[in-house]
C-alpha cells in the first residue's frame, strides 16, 4: 500500500468525518487484490456496519479513485452511526436493487461521497497548490476581460486567420 494514498487517507478523514458528522471512528482497510484488478468489474470498496470497517481495495487504481471510494463508504459509516442499518446488513455494491431503504441510502452515498471529495479536493489545492492557484486566478482574469470588453461594447478578438489579408486588399481598394 503506497505512501501517498495512506497520507491522502489520513488528510482527507478528518475532513469527512466533520461534514458528515459521524460520532465513531470508521477502521479503514486496505485489500490488495491483483486478481480482483484484473476484473474490469471487480470490486472497489465495501462497509461492514457490525465492525465500523470500510474495506477499499488497492491494486491498480489511481489513489484519487481509491478516495472517492473511502468518500463514499463513510457516508455508509455515517448513516449506520445514525442507526440506518438495521439489522447488520453488509453494504457491498451491487445491493442496491433490492430494497428502496437501501437503495435510497446508497444515492446519498453516491451523492454524498462525490461532493464531499470534490469539496476537499478544491480546498486542498486552494490551500496548497500553486498551480491550481493560478489556474483560479487565469479564470477569474478571463471573465474579467470579458465583462470590460462587454462593457465598452468590444467583441472578444479571434485568432488572425490568413483571410485576414483579404480585409487588408478590401481596404486598400477603397483609397
Ligand atoms: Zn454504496
Known amino acids: 500500500m503506497n505512501d501517498v494514498l495512506k497520507d491522502l487517507s489520513s488528510e482527507f478523514y478528518p475532513y469527512a468525518q466533520q461534514r458528515l458528522g459521524f460520532n465513531k471512528p470508521a477502521n479503514i482497510e486496505y485489500l490488495d487484490d491483483p486478481q480482483n484488478a484484473q476484473d474490469p468489474l471487480g470490486k472497489t470498496a465495501y462497509y461492514d ?14 489513489p484519487k479513485d481509491i478516495l472517492r471510494s473511502l468518500s463514499h463508504e463513510l457516508v455508509h459509516h455515517a448513516q449506520n452511526c445514525r442507526g440506518e442499518f438495521e439489522g447488520g446488513l453488509v453494504a457491498s455494491e451491487g445491493y442496491a436493487q433490492e430494497d428502496d431503504h437501501l437503495r435510497s441510502m446508497e444515492k446519498e452515498a453516491y451523492e454524498q461521497g462525490n461532493l464531499v471529495f470534490r469539496d476537499w479536493e478544491d480546498k486542498r489545492k486552494s490551500n496548497k497548490d500553486e498551480g491550481a492557484i493560478m489556474e483560479h486566478f487565469d ?4 471573465k474579467l ?15 488572425p486567420k490568413p483571410e485576414d489579408s483579404e480585409t487588408t486588399k478590401t481596404k486598400e481598394k477603397k483609397k
Open 49 to 62: 456496519p457490525t465492525s465500523f470497517t470500510v474495506s477499499l481495495y488497492t491494486s491498480g487504481r489511481h
Open 139 to 142: 479564470i477569474r482574469r478571463v
Open 145 to 159: 476581460n470579458k465583462q470590460l470588453m462587454d462593457k465598452f461594447g468590444y467583441k472578444v478578438p479571434e485568432e
